[in-house]
C-alpha cells in the first residue's frame, strides 16, 4: 500500500488539465466515489493496527495533496475558458420603438377635438385646378396668389392645374358633393413656391373647417374657435380676433390664441405681445355659396384655416420647420412619448 502511495503522489504532480471539464474528470477519478484515493481508504481499514499509524498519514497527505491539485487546476482552467471564451456572435438588432411623426399627432389631436363637436373628415387631391383652389373660392383672377411666385403649377393654361395651395379647396369639393347641413374637418398637404429656411417650406400642412347650416353666425365661430383653443392649448387659454381679409370669407378675421408659454405675460414665442397668431376665419362669402348652388339667402356659414406646423410650433417650441420633413430620427425619436 505505501508504495501505491508513492506512486500516486508521483502521478499526481505531473496531472494536468485544458479544460474545466477536464478537471472534472480527473478530480472523480482521485477523489470520487470509486476514485484512486477512496478506494485506498477502503483498503486502509483492512491494514493491520501497527502500521496503520504512519501509513494513514501519508494517506492523508495524499488526499490532502489531490485535493489541493485539483483546486489549482480548475482555478488555471476557469480562467482559460474565460480567456478564451470571446463571444463572437454578433449582437442583435434592438427593437426600436417607433413614434408618430409630429405632424400626425397634431393633426389627428385637432381631428379629434372637431370631431367631438359633430365635424366629419372630409378630403380633396393634391392636385387641383384652378377652380377648386381660386375661382370657385372667390378669388379675382388677378389675384397675386395665382402668380407664379406662390403657386406651383402642373399645367398653366385657362383652367390651370395646380398643386394646391390651401386646403380651402377641399370646401369646394365638399360643397359639390354634399347639401347643407355641412360639418368638415379637412387636413392635408399644401405647396407654395417659398424658399425653404427656418420659417417658410415649400410643403405644409393645413387643416380646414367648414359649417353651413342654416342661421350660422359669427358667434358660432367664436365659441368653435374659442372651444378648440381651450381644448388644445389648455382651459385657461384666452382668444382674440382681428379683423383681416380673405377672398372667400366676409366679414373674415384672424385668431390669435394668449400665449401658452409665458401665459400672456410676454416672451420671444409671442414677441412680448401676449398672443400667438393661429389661424385665418371668417363668414363664407354669399359668392362661394352661389359658386357652389348653395342658396345663400338660405344658408350661412363659417369657415376656418389653420397650419398644423404652427401648431406643432406652439405646442413643442420646435422654431425650425425644415425639421418637420427631414426625418431624422434625433428629431422624430423626441415624440415616443406622446401618442
Ligand atoms: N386658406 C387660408 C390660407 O391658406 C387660410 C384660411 C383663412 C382658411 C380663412 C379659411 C378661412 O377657411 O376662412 O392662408
Known sequence: MYEKIQHLSKELDSLT?????????????????????????????????????????????LKNAAQEKIQVLRHAT???????SADYTPPGDPQLFGARHPISIVRN???????RIGYTLAEGPEIEDDW????ALNFPPEHPARDMQDTFFVRQSDNAVVLRTHTSSVQVRVMESQRPPIRVICPGRVFRNEAVSARAHCIFHQVEG???????????????????????????????????????????AEVDVSCNICGGRGCNICKYTGWLEIMGCGMVDTNVLEANDIDSKKYTGFAFG????????????????RLYFENDVRFLAQFTAVV
Open 78 to 84: 476557469v480562467q482559460e475558458t474565460v480567456a478564451t
Open 17 to 61: 488539465a485544458a479544460t474545466v471539464q477536464e478537471t472534472e474528470e480527473l478530480r472523480i477519478k482521485w477523489l470520487g466515489k470509486k476514485g484512486y484515493i477512496t478506494v485506498l481508504f477502503d483498503e486502509f481499514k483492512t491494514i493491520a493496527a501497527d502500521q496503520k499509524r504512519s501509513l494513514g498519514q501519508s494517506l492523508n497527505t
Open 306 to 321: 389653420m397650419g398644423i406646423e404652427r401648431v406643432a410650433m406652439l405646442k413643442w417650441q420646435v422654431r425650425d420647420l
Open 109 to 115: 389631436e385637432i381631428i379629434e377635438i372637431f370631431t
Open 132 to 135: 377648386h383652389v381660386f375661382s
Open 210 to 252: 367648414l359649417y353651413i347650416d342654416e342661421n350660422v353666425s359669427f358667434a358660432d365661430l367664436k365659441q368653435a374657435v374659442l372651444y378648440f383653443a381651450r381644448e388644445m392649448f389648455g382651459k385657461e387659454t384666452k382668444i382674440r380676433l382681428r379683423p383681416s381679409y380673405f377672398p372667400f370669407t366676409e366679414p373674415s
